[in-house]
């Protein structure tokens, strides 16, 4: 089991950063690609980036490539979520989660899932 807990979200001008952090409970975390999913008002969860097993690879939806950076500290247990150039599109409840499938931007691949934290991005 692993639980997942999201901090970092909150409201941030067009232009602005924000720095999104996942801590995992558990003994196994270096066991988990981890992923950081989006789901805006009214509309369906989505991809927005994966890294794998040991942080050497990643990979981003079209969205946020360039502009978005995760990164994982399997010392602390910690996957990360540095956005820049927010825009007001990006705003969303992100979620971070944590499953076994290499390049996979399919939720059914995950199999643990944070509460998630808002991040509202104004024009």
């Known amino acids: 089991q692993v639980q997942l807990v999201e901090s970092g979200g909150g409201l941030v001008q067009a232009g602005g950063s924000l720095k999104l952090s996942c801590a995992a409970s558990g003994r196994t975390f270096s066991t988990y690609v981890m992923g950081w999913f989006r789901q805006a008002p009214g509309k369906e969860r989505e991809f927005a980036a994966a890294?794998?097993?040991?942080?050497?690879?990643?990979y981003y939806t079209g969205s946020v490539m360039g502009r978005f950076i995760i990164s994982r500290d399997n010392a602390k247990n910690t996957v990360y979520l540095q956005m820049n150039s927010l825009k007001p599109e990006d705003t969303a409840v992100y979620y971070c989660?944590?499953?076994?499938?290499?390049?996979?931007?399919?939720?059914?691949?995950?199999?643990?899932w944070g509460q998630g934290t808002q991040v509202t991005v104004s024009s």
């Open positions: 989660a944590a499953g076994g499938a290499w390049h996979s931007q399919f939720e059914y691949d995950y199999d643990y």
């Open positions: 890294i794998s097993w040991s942080g050497a690879d990643s």
